[in-house]
C-alpha cells in the first residue's frame, strides 16, 4: 500500500509561486526528507500534506484517500515542529493524552498509550512536568511522544533539531533513527541540514525555489547527483567547480580552464559533444582528490598553490589555488606537513568527475560508466 | 563589568561625589519621598472621613476620631444602589469586554487580509479621537435608542471604549505566543475555533487576567460618562461622591467616607492582583 502521493502539488501566494509542480510517491513506512535551503518550498509542502496551508493546485493522498479538503485533524498525521509546540499550560502527561483524549480514545487505551510511549522515548520521570521546566532535547522528546502515543499514518517532522545545539542535535538524530525501527510509520522529515538529510532519509528530495531537483537515495544524490545544485548542496565540504572550455580533439575532448587541461575519452562522456566550443562546469568532490601526480588515462591532474590547511585531527583540508579559484582536498593525512605557498599536485580518477552545463538548469552532463 | 570600570564610572557626575553607599540612600530617600507624595492625599482622605464635619476643616488639629461618617452614607439608599450599579458595570463591562477583545485581538494577530486590515484601522481611529470627544455623541445615541440612564446606556459605550483600547493589547499577547502549538491542537483533533479556545486562551491568560483587573479598575474609577449617561435611575459611585458638593455647602465628610469605601475594592484588587498583572504585561 502507499503511504502519501502527491501528484502536480502547487502553490501560490498571489503571483509568487512556493512550489511548483511537485509529484513524489511516499511508500508505506519510508522514511523520505526533504531538503534545500531556506525559502525553497519544503516547508510548505510539507504544511500543505499536514493540511495547515492550502493547496493551491493538485491533489494530496494519504493511505489512498485524497486529503485536498480535509481539516488537519481528519487526515491522521502527526506533526513535529521546530520550537517543540508543547501546550505550555499542560503536564507533559496532558500534552502526550491532548489528541487521544480529543478522539475519546478509553482512559485505559490513552494511560497505556502514554505509558509505551514514555517507555520508548524514556521520559517517564517527566511526565507530571510542565513543558517549560524541561531541556530543549527533553521538549523534542515530548513532541516525538505525542506523536507516537496517536499512532497515525504519517510522521510529520519540521525542522525537529534546528533548535538543539550540535551534540544533541547528534544525539537526537540517533533517537529519531532508533525510532524508525521501533515505531515504523510512513514519515516525511524536513531540513536545511543536508547531514541530516543523508542519515535519516531512505530517499531524500533536495528542492531550490520551489522546484524539486532530485529524488534519490543518499547514495544516488551522493554519486550521480542531477545538477549543479544538488551536487554542491549534498556532501561536506562542498565540492569544487572549475569553469572549463570544451574542444574536440580526436577521440577525447580536451578541457581547459585557468591553469588546468586535461582529456577525457569521448565514449565516457557522449553528452560532452554537444558542449564542443562551449564552457562546462568540471565538478570534483574533496574527497576525490588525492595527493600526487595521475598515473595513466583514468586520471585527470590538479596542480595549484598551498593556500591554507584546515587541521581536523582525524584528516586535513588543503586549500589549493588553481588558476584563480580556491579547490579543496579532504581526506589529506593529518600528520603530514605543508608550508604554505608550496606547489601541491593533487589527481583524481576520471570516474570522479562531474560535468554540468554551463548555463539553464545546469544538468548534468552523464557520463557513461 | 569589571570593579575598575565601576570605580571609574563612580567616580564622575553628581553621584561621584558623595560618600560610598551616598547614591543608594539617595534612592531610598527619593523613593520614599514619592511615595509619601502619592499617599499623602489618600492619608488625608481617611482622616478626614473619620472626623466630624464640624472638624473637617481642622483635621490636623482636632482630636475627636469618628466612624459615624460611614454609617451616615451608607444608610443613603443612593449610596447602596452606587455601589451595588458601579460594581455590577465594571464586572460586565469586564466580562463583556474581554470576551470580544480576546477574539479580536486573536483575529488581529493571526489572519491577515481584508477584515482584519479593516478592523484594525478602525481601532486605530478611534484610538485616536479623544476621550471627551465621545461623550456627547454618545448622550445623543443613548437618548435615541432609548437606553440613557439604563444599565446598557452606560455599558455599551464602556464595552465600545474597551475594545479600542485593549484589542490591540491583547493583540501583543497573542503574538507572543507560538502559533505552532495551535497548528499541533489542530492536528491533534481541534477545530481553528477548538485551537484557540484549548490552547491559545489558556495560554494568554496570565495577559488576559492582568488585562481584566485593569479593565474592572478602569471602569470602577470611571467618571466622565458615568456623568453624562446616567441620570437618577442608575446612581453611580463615582458621580454620586461628586454630589455631596451642592448649594447647600459641601460635605467634605461625607465625601472623604464614600471615596473610602470607593477606595476599598480598588485597593484589594491592587493589592492582590499586582502579581497577576505584572506577571501579565510581561509576557
Same mark, same amino acid.
Given at each position: 500500500?502507499?503511504?502519501?502521493?502527491?501528484?502536480?502539488?502547487?502553490?501560490?501566494?498571489?503571483?509568487?509561486?512556493?512550489?511548483?509542480?511537485?509529484?513524489?510517491?511516499?511508500?508505506?513506512?519510508?522514511?523520505?526528507?526533504?531538503?534545500?535551503?531556506?525559502?525553497?518550498?519544503?516547508?510548505?509542502?510539507?504544511?500543505?500534506?499536514?493540511?495547515?496551508?492550502?493547496?493551491?493546485?493538485?491533489?494530496?493522498?494519504?493511505?489512498?484517500?485524497?486529503?485536498?479538503?480535509?481539516?488537519?485533524?481528519?487526515?491522521?498525521?502527526?506533526?513535529?515542529?521546530?520550537?517543540?509546540?508543547?501546550?505550555?499550560?499542560?503536564?507533559?502527561?496532558?500534552?502526550?493524552?491532548?489528541?487521544?483524549?480529543?478522539?475519546?480514545?478509553?482512559?485505559?487505551?490513552?494511560?497505556?498509550?502514554?505509558?509505551?510511549?514514555?517507555?520508548?522515548?524514556?521520559?517517564?520521570?517527566?511526565?507530571?512536568?510542565?513543558?517549560?521546566?524541561?531541556?530543549?532535547?527533553?521538549?523534542?522528546?515530548?513532541?516525538?511522544?505525542?506523536?507516537?502515543?496517536?499512532?497515525?499514518?504519517?510522521?510529520?517532522?519540521?525542522?525537529?533539531?534546528?533548535?538543539?545545539?550540535?551534540?544533541?542535535?547528534?544525539?537526537?538524530?540517533?533517537?529519531?533513527?532508533?525510532?524508525?525501527?521501533?515505531?515504523?510509520?510512513?514519515?516525511?522529515?524536513?531540513?536545511?541540514?543536508?547531514?541530516?538529510?543523508?542519515?535519516?532519509?531512505?530517499?531524500?528530495?533536495?528542492?531550490?525555489?520551489?522546484?524539486?531537483?532530485?529524488?534519490?537515495?543518499?547514495?544516488?544524490?551522493?554519486?550521480?547527483?542531477?545538477?549543479?545544485?544538488?551536487?554542491?548542496?549534498?556532501?561536506?565540504?562542498?565540492?569544487?567547480?572549475?569553469?572549463?572550455?570544451?574542444?574536440?580533439?580526436?577521440?577525447?575532448?580536451?578541457?581547459?580552464?585557468?591553469?588546468?587541461?586535461?582529456?577525457?575519452?569521448?565514449?565516457?562522456?557522449?553528452?560532452?559533444?554537444?558542449?564542443?566550443?562551449?564552457?562546462?562546469?568540471?565538478?570534483?568532490?574533496?574527497?576525490?582528490?588525492?595527493?600526487?601526480?595521475?598515473?595513466?588515462?583514468?586520471?585527470?591532474?590538479?596542480?595549484?598553490?598551498?593556500?591554507?590547511?584546515?587541521?581536523?585531527?582525524?584528516?586535513?583540508?588543503?586549500?589549493?589555488?588553481?588558476?584563480?579559484?580556491?579547490?579543496?582536498?579532504?581526506?589529506?593525512?593529518?600528520?603530514?606537513?605543508?608550508?604554505?605557498?608550496?606547489?601541491?599536485?593533487?589527481?583524481?580518477?576520471?570516474?570522479?568527475?562531474?560535468?554540468?552545463?554551463?548555463?539553464?538548469?545546469?544538468?548534468?552532463?552523464?557520463?557513461?560508466? | 563589568?569589571?570593579?575598575?570600570?565601576?570605580?571609574?564610572?563612580?567616580?564622575?557626575?553628581?553621584?561621584?561625589?558623595?560618600?560610598?553607599?551616598?547614591?543608594?540612600?539617595?534612592?531610598?530617600?527619593?523613593?520614599?519621598?514619592?511615595?509619601?507624595?502619592?499617599?499623602?492625599?489618600?492619608?488625608?482622605?481617611?482622616?478626614?472621613?473619620?472626623?466630624?464635619?464640624?472638624?473637617?476643616?481642622?483635621?490636623?488639629?482636632?482630636?475627636?476620631?469618628?466612624?459615624?461618617?460611614?454609617?451616615?452614607?451608607?444608610?443613603?439608599?443612593?449610596?447602596?444602589?452606587?455601589?451595588?450599579?458601579? &460594581?455590577?458595570? %465594571?464586572?460586565?463591562? #469586564?466580562?463583556? $469586554? *474581554?470576551?470580544?477583545?480576546?477574539?479580536?485581538?486573536?483575529?488581529? @494577530?493571526? &489572519?491577515?487580509? %481584508?477584515?482584519?486590515? #479593516?478592523?484594525? $484601522? *478602525?481601532?486605530?481611529?478611534?484610538?485616536?479621537?479623544?476621550?471627551? @470627544?465621545?461623550?456627547?455623541?454618545?448622550?445623543?445615541? #443613548?437618548?435615541?435608542?432609548?437606553?440613557?440612564?439604563?444599565?446598557?446606556?452606560?455599558?455599551?459605550?464602556?464595552?465600545?471604549?474597551?475594545?479600542?483600547?485593549?484589542?490591540?493589547?491583547?493583540?501583543?499577547?497573542?503574538?507572543?505566543?507560538?502559533?505552532?502549538?495551535?497548528?499541533?491542537?489542530?492536528?491533534?483533533?481541534?477545530?481553528?475555533?477548538?485551537?484557540?479556545?484549548?490552547?491559545?486562551?489558556?495560554?494568554?491568560?496570565?495577559?488576559?487576567?492582568?488585562?481584566?483587573?485593569?479593565?474592572?479598575?478602569?471602569?470602577?474609577?470611571?467618571?466622565?460618562?458615568?456623568?453624562?449617561?446616567?441620570?437618577?435611575?442608575?446612581?453611580?459611585?463615582?458621580?454620586?461622591?461628586?454630589?455631596?458638593?451642592?448649594?447647600?455647602?459641601?460635605?467634605?465628610?461625607?465625601?472623604?467616607?464614600?471615596?473610602?469605601?470607593?477606595?476599598?475594592?480598588?485597593?484589594?484588587?491592587?493589592?492582590?492582583?499586582?502579581?497577576?498583572?505584572?506577571?501579565?504585561?510581561?509576557?
Amino acid at each position: 500500500m502507499t503511504g502519501v502521493v502527491l501528484k502536480n502539488v502547487q502553490k501560490k501566494y498571489g503571483n509568487v509561486t512556493a512550489v511548483l509542480d511537485f509529484n513524489l510517491e511516499i511508500k508505506d513506512r519510508e522514511f523520505v526528507v526533504f531538503v534545500g535551503p531556506s525559502g525553497c518550498g519544503k516547508s510548505t509542502t510539507l504544511r500543505m500534506i499536514a493540511g495547515l496551508e492550502e493547496i493551491t493546485g493538485g491533489t494530496i493522498s494519504i493511505a489512498g484517500r485524497v486529503v485536498n479538503d480535509l481539516q488537519p485533524k481528519d487526515r491522521d498525521i502527526a506533526m513535529v515542529f521546530q520550537n517543540y509546540a508543547l501546550y505550555q499550560h499542560m503536564s507533559v502527561r496532558d500534552n502526550l493524552a491532548f489528541g487521544l483524549r480529543n478522539r475519546r480514545v478509553p482512559t485505559a487505551t490513552i494511560d497505556e498509550a502514554i505509558a509505551r510511549a514514555a517507555r520508548i522515548l524514556s521520559i517517564e520521570p517527566l511526565l507530571d512536568r510542565r513543558p517549560r521546566q524541561l531541556s530543549g532535547g527533553q521538549q523534542q522528546r515530548v513532541a516525538l511522544g505525542r506523536c507516537i502515543v496517536r499512532n497515525p499514518k504519517v510522521f510529520l517532522f519540521d525542522e525537529p533539531l534546528s533548535n538543539l545545539d550540535a551534540q544533541l542535535r547528534a544525539q537526537m538524530r540517533l533517537e529519531i533513527k532508533e525510532l524508525r525501527h521501533r515505531v515504523p510509520t510512513t514519515s516525511i522529515f524536513v531540513t536545511h541540514d543536508q547531514v541530516e538529510a543523508m542519515t535519516l532519509g531512505d530517499r531524500i528530495v533536495v528542492m531550490k525555489d520551489g522546484v524539486m531537483q532530485q529524488v534519490g537515495t543518499p547514495l544516488e544524490l551522493y554519486r550521480t547527483p542531477a545538477n549543479r545544485f544538488v551536487a554542491s548542496f549534498i556532501g561536506s565540504p562542498a565540492m569544487n567547480f572549475v569553469d572549463m572550455a570544451v574542444a574536440s580533439e580526436g577521440d577525447n575532448f580536451k578541457l581547459s580552464g585557468e591553469g588546468l587541461t586535461f582529456k577525457l575519452p569521448n565514449q565516457r562522456f557522449p553528452k560532452l559533444g554537444n558542449s564542443v566550443g562551449k564552457h562546462v562546469r568540471v565538478g570534483v568532490r574533496p574527497q576525490h582528490l588525492r595527493l600526487g601526480a595521475p598515473s595513466g588515462d583514468g586520471q585527470v591532474g590538479v596542480t595549484g598553490k598551498l593556500m591554507v590547511t584546515e587541521q581536523l585531527g582525524d584528516e586535513q583540508i588543503l586549500v589549493v589555488r588553481v588558476g584563480g579559484q580556491d579547490i579543496r582536498v579532504a581526506d589529506v593525512d593529518p600528520e603530514l606537513d605543508f608550508s604554505t605557498g608550496a606547489e601541491i599536485e593533487t589527481f583524481a580518477a576520471i570516474e570522479n568527475l562531474h560535468l554540468f552545463e554551463q548555463s539553464g538548469s545546469e544538468a548534468s552532463l552523464l557520463r557513461v560508466a | 563589568m569589571t570593579d575598575v570600570s565601576l570605580a571609574q564610572q563612580r567616580s564622575v557626575g553628581f553621584f561621584g561625589a558623595l560618600a560610598p553607599g551616598g547614591a543608594r540612600i539617595l534612592f531610598i530617600f527619593a523613593a520614599i519621598g514619592v511615595c509619601l507624595i502619592f499617599a499623602f492625599p489618600v492619608f488625608w482622605l481617611l482622616l478626614t472621613s473619620l472626623r466630624p464635619a464640624s472638624e473637617v476643616f481642622n483635621v490636623q488639629s482636632g482630636s475627636t476620631i469618628t466612624i459615624e461618617n460611614f454609617f451616615e452614607v451608607l444608610e443613603q439608599p443612593v449610596v447602596l444602589k452606587a455601589l451595588f450599579n458601579s &460594581f455590577l458595570i %465594571a464586572t460586565l463591562a #469586564t466580562i463583556l $469586554s *474581554l470576551g470580544v477583545t480576546a477574539t479580536s485581538g486573536y483575529m488581529l @494577530s493571526r &489572519f491577515r487580509g %481584508a477584515i482584519p486590515n #479593516t478592523w484594525f $484601522s *478602525l481601532i486605530y481611529v478611534f484610538r485616536c479621537v479623544p476621550y471627551v @470627544s465621545w461623550v456627547l455623541p454618545l448622550y445623543f445615541v #443613548t437618548i435615541n435608542l432609548g437606553i440613557f440612564d439604563t444599565y446598557w446606556g452606560l455599558l455599551l459605550p464602556h464595552v465600545a471604549v474597551h475594545i479600542c483600547f485593549f484589542s490591540w493589547i491583547m493583540k501583543g499577547f497573542f503574538d507572543g505566543i507560538d502559533p505552532s502549538m495551535e497548528y499541533a491542537a489542530m492536528i491533534d483533533g481541534c477545530s481553528r475555533w477548538g485551537a484557540f479556545i484549548r490552547v491559545a486562551l489558556p495560554a494568554a491568560l496570565p495577559g488576559i487576567t492582568a488585562l481584566a483587573l485593569l479593565c474592572w479598575l478602569y471602569t470602577w474609577n470611571e467618571f466622565l460618562f458615568a456623568l453624562i449617561l446616567t441620570a437618577h435611575e442608575v446612581p453611580i459611585l463615582t458621580v454620586v461622591m461628586a454630589q455631596f458638593v451642592h448649594e447647600m455647602g459641601m460635605e467634605w465628610h461625607l465625601m472623604s467616607a464614600t471615596a473610602i469605601i470607593a477606595l476599598a475594592p480598588a485597593l484589594l484588587i491592587t493589592i492582590f492582583g499586582q502579581k497577576y498583572v505584572v506577571q501579565g504585561l510581561r509576557i
